[in-house]
């Protein structure tokens, strides 16, 4: 064999060893089992269950008791495990994002300003857990890079029918928003998201969010702190062809079933988890964002489902 040839064959070799260990490396990464809040507490997805085993990493979420009587008739707020396509949008992130100070806060608050009974633990699961149908509310964030496994498509689609909702939240732009519509086409390939009207009832069922969407709008925490003096309320994502797209029209989106209840509900172009929780970290940016918009909206959200 010719020197030349022999050499670009060697090449060609370490090359693709390279991208055979790459892909590994990337599908552990993906699919490993522990996972970092954003405080750094590992979360081991093979063992934990409730939001209260990890360590509040913002201000401290608050603790509460429901009466005895009430112990098994409460409200449970559950955060779904998911994969993430590691070929979607690359400023997606993780089912982990906000967590768990998120989900306890809007938990308390939701108690707090209505007479549901909730949970003060929550839970998390994925949509294979046999105990996914006691819970009629889920929630997915940052479903911009959404990958469902194979076997979950059957499962969420089977549990949307039955009467379960499903809110996902915190995405951005047109390439995270075809991300996850794409996963949910596989879950009912025979329907479509509906843009909401402000008139609609899930906007004043428990507070009054006005008639103007783009003024329940939440970015995160850095930006919603800064817009005091930029009014900017929207994040900018790269999308597909390279350029970055100001995301500043905020949009909710619903996937109804035959007989018009709400299955899914998408909150685009908006970061509610972030308003939940760093509620406590920037005084403009709880009395803007966390107390005018995101706990009103989170809240109406879970009345308006859990009443209809």
Known sequence: MPRRRLLILLLLLVVLS???GYAQRRRRNM???IFYTEGGDAVDVRTVTTAREIASHSTGTPEWKNPPEFSHDV??????IRDRDPYGSPSAGSWITDFPDSDLNLSFRLQQMTSIKVDPNGRILRLTDPELFRY???YMVEPGALMLRDEEVPILRRYLLNGGFLMVDDFWGEWQWEGMA???KRVFPDRDFVELPMSHEI????????????K????????GAQSKYTGVTWETHVQKDGTREACTEM????LFDDKGRIMILATHNCDNGDAWEREGEDDYFFHEFSEKRGFPLGINIIFYVMTH
């Open 75 to 80: 409200f449970t707020f559950v955060r779904i």
């Open 18 to 20: 390279a991208s055979i």
């Open 251 to 254: 949009h909710v989106r619903a």
């Open 31 to 33: 699919d490993g089992p």
């Open 203 to 214: 906007f004043h069922c428990v507070f009054d969010l006005g008639t103007e969407k783009n």
């Open 136 to 138: 009629p509310f889920i």
């Open 216 to 223: 329940l709008q939440t970015p995160n925490e850095r930006l």
């Open 182 to 184: 794409e996963q949910i």
